[in-house]
């Protein structure tokens, strides 16, 4: 095998294994979702109401490792709250699965073919090891906010594809502004996202962690679809603050959020929202 055939043979694994985590182990190339061309007239569309339904499942595991993350979702009941979640929120035109499963690596992903958003058991026990390692005082809660995270961000692939959004922009911080968008921006009815400014922190802090471990910079994947472990964390640090920069101030104060970037995350908060409730708009089920 040449030298070509073996990078288009590795091409073609990273499109089948491809996933959303983002850390530099896990970096890979995205089975895109299709269909991202988009119709001129979605956003004017009245959508009829839809039967469709988000259904939460937990395959089996056998690893020690997947064992220990399905521990934590079920403990949680982490898959049928973030189902209710999307139920109580968007009409879908058909059922989407959202799972959780063995992987074989910890990763996170959508796929269009199937319409299943997994959620790998090995990603949250990672984040749960990763957060225990660093000292978190409750690395579980950490750990399954990170989760939560990650679980918006496949749902911001879900949603672009389902409803054949227009978008610009890299299609992999498009996805982390809609997990942004659902912690932060309140909803439909006004109310904030239970938790949501600690899930945001929690997420920031495990890219932190994530870029920590990448060791050398010249070996980052700067070819990859994601930001950086370490961009993302401070895009999480931009929305937090630019959600409410007066209850956040401290995060500027602290020297975490440098200023030169904090100066426009309330404008970059504000204009990705608006963006998402445009996008979503039309989708969004009627307050009972
Ligand atoms: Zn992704």
Known sequence: MNKTTTALATLSVLLVTAGCGGSTSRQATENSPSGNQS???????IEPASSGRMNPR????????????????TDAKLLEALAQQVNDTLNLPHDVAVLGKQCGEPNDYWDPNTNEITL?????????????????PDPV????????SGFYHELGHATLAIYQLAFTGREEDVADQLSAFMLLAPGADGKPYPNGVRMATNTAQDWKLSAKEAGDANDLPFWDGHSMDITRMYNWECWIYGSDPTANANMVASGDLPED?????????????KAWQQMLGPHLKKPS
Request: aromatic share 6%; glycine share 4%.
């Open 39 to 45: 119709s001129s007239n979605t956003a004017a569309t």
């Open 58 to 73: 937990y395959e089996d595991a056998e690893t020690p490792e997947a064992q220990q993350g399905r521990q934590l979702m």
């Open 120 to 136: 790998c058991y090995e990603d949250i026990q990672q984040s749960e090891h990763r957060f225990a390692a660093s000292g978190n």
């Open 141 to 148: 809660v950490a750990a399954t906010d990170a989760t939560t």
């Open 261 to 273: 970037r904090a100066g426009n995350c309330e404008e970059e908060f504000q204009n990705m929202s």
